[in-house]
């Protein structure tokens, strides 16, 4: 089993449309945890940082830990086409992180 | 503006040559990092570098080097020996490792022909 298992879309929704993007993980030492957007041909950047269970929101994104079910959410409220790009979760054990392999999320207009 | 720049933004290397990507960051981090992203695959760690002249392997080191003679600059040689070098290359760095928030330059994508 993979440490960090993440669908690669892609996912294409109508503008508007609440978005909802997922990765589970096998390794129970994992405490922190991050969404990562990269848009095509660029470096990624850093969305959202949590570290305990639970919900943490800024602006139209929330993310969601449930470290009993080894489950991470994030959600786009109010998609926009701006939002369309490939949306990589990452965790870490020690001084490594480790990514997964990034959704890619269309917003159709 | 501080932030990662990584040169050349596209490299077009003939197979048996070395090459060698730059990345400079005057964010002041300690820590820097290659990865490699292909198609499908995410990002794999090459190598990072938690202070000057000290580094340390990644994931899929193989066919690959690095350098950290001073703290702004770490340069990645993608050696002949690597036996499958296209792909897209990213520079990060943080302010110490383990901290999770990584700092992305635009990426160098090299092909070989």
């Known amino acids: 089993q993979k440490e960090v298992e993440q669908d690669p879309g892609p996912l294409s929704v109508p503008e508007g449309a609440i978005v909802s993007l997922n990765c589970t993980y096998s390794?129970?030492?994992?405490?922190?945890f991050m969404w990562y957007r990269q848009y095509s041909r660029k470096g990624p950047e850093l969305l959202m940082y949590?570290?305990?269970?639970g919900n943490k929101e800024d602006g139209r994104f929330t993310a969601q830990v449930d470290k009993s079910s080894k489950y991470i959410s994030l959600f786009i409220r109010d998609s926009q086409p701006s939002d369309s790009a490939t949306y990589l979760c990452?965790?870490?054990?020690?001084?490594?992180?480790?990514f997964g392999k990034g959704t890619r999320l269309h917003i159709l207009p | 503006d501080g932030g990662i720049t990584q040169s050349p933004k596209y490299l077009f290397r003939k197979e048996g040559q070395n090459v060698t990507l730059s990345c400079e960051q005057n964010?002041?981090?300690?820590?820097m990092y290659w990865y490699r992203q292909d198609p499908g695959q995410g990002l794999r760690l090459i190598y990072y570098?938690?202070?000057?002249?000290?580094?340390q392997k990644g994931d899929i080191a193989e066919g690959y080097s690095v350098s950290r003679e001073k703290k702004e600059s770490f340069p990645l040689t993608v050696t002949s020996a690597q036996k499958n070098p296209t792909a897209f290359y990213l520079c990060?760095?943080?302010?110490?490792?383990?901290?999770?928030?990584?700092?992305f330059g635009e990426g160098s994508r090299l092909t070989v022909l």
């Open positions: 990060a760095s943080s302010i110490l490792t383990g901290t999770g928030e990584l700092f």
């Open positions: 390794n129970s030492a994992f405490q922190y």
């Open positions: 964010l002041n981090h300690d820590a």
């Open positions: 570098s938690q202070i000057v002249n000290d580094f």
């Open positions: 949590t570290y305990s269970s």
């Open positions: 990452a965790m870490i054990p020690d001084d490594k992180i480790i």
